[in-house]
């Protein structure tokens, strides 16, 4: 079995396309999509197929931004707000 890096469930891409490239690309600019999800270069509507420099830009995570609980974790690591209070009358007097 060889071993490596594990396989990713949400990894992600780009077209990276240069200043010369079809509309299609331009319009696939800035845009992550799901490596399963990104079409094949050229791309089907491509005018110039045969000159086309476009080329993919890999991501281990298709989101940009972390999602809000992973920023609020590392926010507050090592801050207890809870209190610890018993049960009964006695532990508040």
């Known amino acids: 079995m060889v071993e490596g890096k ?9 077209v990276i396309a240069p200043e010369d490239a079809c509309d299609a690309a331009r ?7 799901l490596s399963a999800d990104v079409p094949p270069l050229p791309l ?3 005018d ?3 000159t ?7 991501f281990d995570d298709r989101r940009r931004v972390f999602p809000r609980r ?3 974790a590392t926010r507050y690591r090592g801050v207890e707000r809870r209190v610890r209070r018993g049960k009964r009358d006695s532990d508040y007097t």
């Open 70 to 72: 992973v920023e609020h």
């Open 44 to 46: 089907k509507t491509c």
């Open 6 to 14: 594990p396989r990713l469930k949400y990894r992600g891409a780009e």
């Open 48 to 50: 110039r197929p045969a």
């Open 52 to 58: 086309c420099k476009c080329k993919y830009r890999h």
């Open 27 to 33: 319009l696939l600019t800035n845009l992550r999509l």
